[in-house]
């Protein structure tokens, strides 16, 4: 893998919960011409997805994680299968289009200029021509993905965004590891201000009771739920989280989002794209009409209120 994806990884290594470092936010403006020219959003996606079955760790030894590996590859197959209609019946929901007209309506204007309009990529290569047309400068890296978890109870966006300032086209793996690591430094991106930014919905009550048909199992009941009506509500709940999504993105830029202090956890339901979904305790920052904003790590979240445990 070359250098440039393992940024990307970086990117989202820092944004996660896990990570006990406070992000970096950017602390004073910068003048017009040190703003970035474009939002890039770097989306390799091209259909709705669903996230990886994972079934926590099974212990056993080499065969606990072999039979692991098998149950959360049959998951995995049996999901996708699930979500095969739904993909069918969202062609024609344009969520490059909605992406970018949620941005340029809410304009990170603190990194990148006002007239500053919004390109996408699709892979490395296209990011390296992109950075190769305008080194030095700061960059502004959107990486968006849209997703059912596992269990299809919650579709989210979700974004890991970084404003970098790249003095020149950094180098490959390979050309990475032929570098003396006292070097290595001057030749990667410097992150400015970074943030991590989610918006959940849910199609039913998290912790509610409800009935299954015969035979259907949970993921494919709140599949069949979203699948209703040629999926309205999956239209509704991305168009939705797209919006919200980039009102945080340009909100923290701002220095806008609240502050975190403890004072006031809840428990909550949250997708989690490498774990699962997990009930985890989260600072509540805020809430309006039926959403709370919440906060996990590194993480800032619209979420359904239904998805807090009372």
């Known amino acids: 893998m070359k250098h440039l994806l393992l940024v990307l990884a970086l990117i989202a290594t820092l944004l996660t919960g896990c990570v006990p470092a406070p992000l970096i936010k950017l602390e004073s403006s910068l003048s ?40 959360e590859s049959t998951m995995t ?20 289009s909605r992406l970018t007209a949620a941005i340029q309506a809410n304009l990170p204007t603190r990194l990148v200029r006002a007239d ?23 960059v502004l890296l959107v990486t968006p993905r849209y997703a059912f978890e ?11 965004v970084g404003l970098w300032r790249y003095e020149q086209v950094p180098p490959t793996a390979a050309e990475l590891r032929k570098i003396k690591k006292e070097e290595r430094k001057s030749r990667l991106p410097a992150l400015l201000h970074g943030g991590s ?19 259907e199992s949970i993921y494919e009941r709140h599949a069949r739920l979203w699948s209703a009506n040629g ?46 979904p997990l009930q985890v305790k989260v600072d509540l920052l805020a809430s309006n009409e039926g ?13 359904d209120d239904r998805q807090i445990k009372r």
Do not use: C
């Not at 890039?40 to 760790?57: H, K, M, P, R, Y």
């Open 32 to 71: 017009e011409a040190d703003k970035a020219e474009h939002v890039v959003i770097f989306l390799a996606q091209s259909e709705v997805t669903v996230d990886d079955a994972n079934t926590g760790n099974m212990g056993g030894g080499l065969i606990g994680a072999l039979i692991q590996a098998s149950v």
């Open 77 to 96: 197959r049996n999901r996708q299968e699930a979500l095969a209609p739904m993909r069918d019946q969202l062609l024609d929901f344009q969520f490059e």
């Open 116 to 138: 500053a309009g919004v390109k996408i990529i699709r892979n490395e290569d296209e990011l390296r021509q992109h950075l190769a047309d305008v080194v030095p400068a700061n």
């Open 150 to 160: 596992q269990n299809f109870e919650i579709a989210y966006v979700h974004a890991s």
């Open 197 to 215: 930014y989610m918006s959940q919905q849910v199609i039913a009550a998290p912790f509610e009771k409800y009935e299954k048909q015969p035979g």
């Open 231 to 276: 999926a309205s509500a999956v239209r509704k709940a991305f168009s939705n989280s797209l919006d919200e999504v980039a009102a945080l993105i340009q909100r923290d830029a701002d220095g806008g989002l609240p502050a975190a202090n403890g004072a006031h956890k809840v428990k909550a339901l949250l997708a989690q794209p490498a774990f699962g």
């Open 291 to 303: 959403r709370s904003l919440v906060q996990i790590g590194q993480n800032t979240h619209w979420i």
